[in-house]
Every structure is written in C-alpha cells, then in structure tokens.
C-alpha cells in the first residue's frame, strides 16, 4: 500500500474500481459520470439505483455551467466541496446565504427555517443559477414554491436533501414540477452529494 | 407536510425515527449519539454496523473537547461542517491546513500528497489536538506514521475517509495503532461523517 500516490491517480484508480464493481450495469452515457462521481464520494452503491435526471438535465447543467451560470447551494459545506477554482475558470460563483444576518433575522421574523430564507435571497440573484440544495428539505420546498410563483427559473436543480423529515417528499414535489432536475430519490443525500454532482458536471467541459 | 418547523424540532423528530427504524438494536449508551448522528447526517444505517470505538473513546473525545482541545481535520468541508461556535465556546478551534501554500509546495517537493503533508504541519501545533480525517487516506496513513514515530499524540483518531484506494487498510492500520479512535469499518465515509462525529462529541457537553 503507497501513500505516495498523487490524487489524479488515486481517483483514476477509484473509477476503475467502481466501474468494476457496478458489473454489467448500464447508465446513459450522460448520466454515468454523475453518478460514479456521486458513488466514488459516498462509496455507497445506492446512488446507481436513487438518482433521477429529467430529461437532458445533464447536458443543461453543463451547458448553464460552459455560459458562466452560477451556483446556490444551501449549506457551506457544500460550496466547500465546489470546484470554485474550475467553476471559476468558466465565469461562475458559488452563493450561499445561509449564514447572512438578514436572513437569520427574517427567519425568526416569518417563523421559517433560514434555509428557505436564504433560496428567496438567492432568487433575486440576476444571473443564471444551478441550485445545489445537499441539506435542507425546507430549502428544497421554499424552492419549489418559487418557482411555482414564477420568482426564479433555475438552470438546473440538484435536489439532494438527506433525512427523516419531509425530505422524501421535497424531493418528489421537484420531480413532479417540471424544472430540469438531478434528484436522489428517497432520504439519502448530503452537502457532499451536492457538490459532487457539482463537480461531475464542471468536469465534465474539460473533457 | 410543514416547512415552518424549526431546525431543532426537524432534528428531534428525525433522531425519534431513527431510533425506531434501528429497533431492537441496543448501542453502549456514550457511543449511541454518535452512531445516531452519522446515520442522521448520511441515512445510512451502514454506520450502525461500520462504526468502531476503541475503548472509552467517547469518553476521552468528550474530555479532551471540555479542556479545550482543538480539532484537526483534512479538508475544508469538514472544518465547514464542525460547530465552530459550540467548539470556541469550549476554547477550541477547528485547523485544516490542505490549502496552505507551503503544503503545497511541500508536497509536490516530496512527490506527496497535500493531504499527507498537513498532517506533518499539524502535528507540529503545541496544542492538544482530535484529528478528523474524513476524505485522504493518505493523511491517515500520514497521521499513523507520525503517531509511530512519536511526533504527535492525538487525544482521539477519527478515521473515516472515504473510497476506493488505500481506504480500508488505512482504517485498519489506526485500529492497530492503540491510539484511541472512532473509526468506520470498511469503504465509507466522508468529510460530513468526520463533521458528525465531532459535532456528537461537542454536543454531548451541552447534555
């Protein structure tokens, strides 16, 4: 066992593995990179059978990424996790409000977590944004409602709330709206699973 | 189905459901909240199975946190996800040093890993320290090298990267190490289960 193996290498090594290990399974070729990403930051196979994709959200994610679109997420966590440098590169910002002042303060105002909060913040962005939501299914919802009220058209959404409360649900209201979406169906999900579809998408320009 | 609940009700309702999918399972009581945190953080009930302690470990994570000790950890997304105001409440502070310059430049050097080389520089801090390794294995292996060679004396190991490669063996190797750890079993893991686990311990303070 080496620890002097470079990280391009060890990833190289990881995809390998997990293209073994997921046998003879087949995805759409647009699909597959999104998921062996999400599968070699979790290690858990799950992500081959949970994730959702509508319609040629792939291909939207990047095109939105290769035209300097933006991306919102719900936690820092997750825009930690953000290739901010690669995503950079192609004329885009990762925003998250979580943490504002304004929107712990209106939160506590209107009785609503400053998840939901901070996606009202984030529709008034004037630019093209994907939104990352890896948290909070109460993001997730606030979104929905948005878009329904016609306040923000996201790019892409990236639905990936993990949890016990409504969370399955938040993320059936976003398969059922009709946004372009990338959804793990059912309570898995993360920060970490946020900014890896993410960077699955970023990457996948570079090639 | 609300999304006006607040985050402490949502966290409650969801640690209830946890405990009654996990059934008749009975935990060591100091090791329960962990285990319950991990899986509340991923909805992966793996972790009721990967999830090892070595003796008392709860315990001296728990004490080393109440006498100040601070937190080291190999990527920003676990320093993003640790509680850093209940940490400094207790005077500790969360260091992650994977995007230092001299890391960097440190590493390329040596033909390492920057991962690998922010565990040397940590390991040179005058403080008491837990380190949290949640995505490198090669920061593991790094930290088992210098705990061997006498460099430096963790109060605990938490040891749960993540993947593919050098993964498993890195684990087994803190496992054998005699240093006390929380460590998860086999492939999985991740940067948001290295913030739980910690988080679980600076909670435990405030019970």
Known sequence: MSDFLQPQQIEEQSFAIITELLGDRVFPPDEEPVIKRVIHTTADFDYAENLTFSPDAVEKGVEALRSGCHIVTDTSMAMAGINKTALGRLGGRVHCFIA??????????????????????????????????????????????????????????????????????????IIKSGVPHIVARGRKGGSNVAAAI??????????
């Open 100 to 173: 504002d002042p304004d929107v712990a303060a209106e939160a506590r105002t209107r009785g609503m977590t400053r998840s939901a909060v901070s996606m009202e913040k984030a529709a008034a962005l004037d630019c093209p944004c994907i939104f990352a939501i890896g948290n909070a299914p109460t993001a997730l919802m606030a979104l929905d409602r948005l878009i329904k009220a016609g306040r923000v058209k996201p790019a892409l959404v990236i639905g990936v709330p993990v949890g016990f409360v409504n969370v399955v649900e938040s993320k059936e209201r």
């Open 198 to 207: 993410c960077n699955a998408l970023i990457y996948e320009i570079g090639r």
